[in-house]
């Protein structure tokens, strides 16, 4: 729904000034705001100028419409004397467009109508129907001004958008200006970071050539002291055979008989030798499987059989205190595909360690299978291991501490975890001091 404010005639070039003076009075009486009055002005007298041109002239109407937005626009309809051309309209500037909201060519009650439009501001006077009959008595009453004027009062428009325009290119050149200083400083601290993270990826680069030259001196004086263990072992392992030998034949009773003193010492260099030898052996083993020399004979372990063989053999072992020795029978299947020798190693030096540092209890070894692998554990009721202490076990060469010194090399379980490595496993050690301990091997049953 519009309501029309003003009505008025375009003829000759004289009307273009006129269309214009009225379209500025009328912006500025429904509430435009100063710029919006110029660009409406200015965009109906280009608007004025072509139809003038194109078909002699049109009828200029100013309403105030209403639309669903409950937003008021003002709408300026030139209604031209004759047809279009073709029916259609396309102003010569490309500009005028940018000047209105909405420019376009509607068919009103059977005429041809070029409509501009202008959204009111929310911030104008409210539209009543009052205040708009208000608006059309007082725009029927002004007299428009002359040609000289208007053309004055667009000198000084112009004059006033050049300044705009200047002002906005001051503003514009300052803030390249800005731009440019941001620029420089962003370049800057581009390039320190550039240099800070060559110089960065350069150190890491020389780290990781140092650690590499480390790596390699390390494997170099693992792989030195694994041949020293190796030959060093190989070496002493015939002499300290012939020293245990020869003490066996002092001892024997088919020799020449011993005093109770020779007796004596001849026993404690054949003890000293076996522990020697012990160690020889052990640190034999260990250097095989540090060098990677020991291969798995992978087999169907029955571990029924194997459990009986290493009750047999460690039934033997004198055991201090009253000290029990506890063999499972596995309850279910009991085959694994595994290494037999390497197993039974392993097995045997977690009971042998559990008969040698329990004084009261028991030594049990059990096994049970889980899905795919297999658990064998061996429990005792030893003093156990403080959780400090329970990785160190399994460095070489070191023994937790108790209260009373068992002899050994502290190689066992260090040579222990290898081997169950070897085989595709893992040694666990749960303990708690005062409740003893339990080692368990986990292997899978169908091999590495």
């Known amino acids: 729904m519009s309501t029309p404010l003003l009505q008025m005639a375009l003829r000759v070039e004289q009307d273009i000034f006129v269309v214009r003076q009225r379209g500025r009075e009328v912006a500025a009486a429904v509430g435009l705001e100063h710029q919006d009055q110029v660009r409406i002005a200015t965009a109906l007298s280009e608007v004025a100028r072509d139809l003038l041109r194109a078909v002699g002239g049109a009828d200029v109407l100013f309403a105030v419409a209403e639309t669903a937005d409950a937003r ?23 500009a005028v467009a940018r000047l209105v909201d909405t420019l376009s060519v509607l068919t009103v009650r059977g005429d041809t109508v070029v409509r ?11 539209l009543t129907p009052e205040r708009l009959a208000e608006l059309r008595a007082q725009l029927g009453e002004s007299a428009p001004g002359t040609v000289e004027e208007e053309l004055a009062t667009q000198n000084s428009q112009l004059i006033h958008a050049l300044d705009e325009v200047r002002s906005q290119r001051d503003e514009l050149a300052r803030l390249n200006e800005e731009l440019e200083q941001t620029n420089h400083g962003v370049m800057a601290l581009y390039h320190q970071l550039t240099e800070e993270l060559e110089a960065t990826n350069r150190g890491v680069v020389a780290l990781y050539a140092e650690l590499d030259e480390k790596s390699a001196q390390l494997r170099a004086a693992s792989e030195s002291k694994t041949r020293f263990l190796a030959n060093v072992s190989h070496e002493l392992r015939a002499p300290v055979t012939a020293v245990i030998g020869l003490a066996r034949l002092l001892g024997d009773s088919a020799s020449d008989p011993l005093t109770t003193e020779q007796e004596r010492q001849v026993g404690l260099i054949r003890s000293s030798a076996s522990d020697l030898l012990t160690l020889v052996n052990e640190l034999l083993d260990l250097a095989k499987a540090e060098s990677g020399r020991i291969e798995p004979d992978w087999a169907e372990v029955d571990l029924r059989a194997l459990f009986g063989q290493l009750r047999g053999t460690l039934r033997a072992l004198p055991a201090a205190g009253e000290v029990e020795l506890v063999v499972e029978e596995p309850a279910t299947a009991t085959t694994l595909r595994t290494d037999e020798v390497l197993l039974a190693q392993v097995l045997r030096n977690l009971l042998h360690n559990g008969l040698k540092f329990t004084n009261r209890g028991e030594v049990r070894l059990r096994a049970e299978q889980h899905g795919d692998r297999w658990r064998l554990s061996v429990s005792d009721t030893g003093p156990g291991i403080p959780p400090e202490l329970q990785d160190r076990v399994f460095e070489e060469f070191y023994q937790a501490p108790g209260p009373s010194r068992v002899g050994g090399t502290g190689l066992g379980l260090p040579y222990a975890r290898r081997l169950v490595t070897l085989l595709g496993g893992t040694l666990e050690l749960v303990s708690e001091p005062g409740r003893g301990s339990t080692f368990t091997v986990w292997l899978p049953a169908d091999g590495a």
């Open 72 to 94: 008021c626009h003002l709408h300026v309809d030139l209604v031209p004397v004759a047809p279009l051309p073709a029916g259609r309209y396309e102003p010569e500037s490309g």
């Open 116 to 126: 501009m439009s202008r959204r009111v501001p929310a911030t104008a006077r409210a």
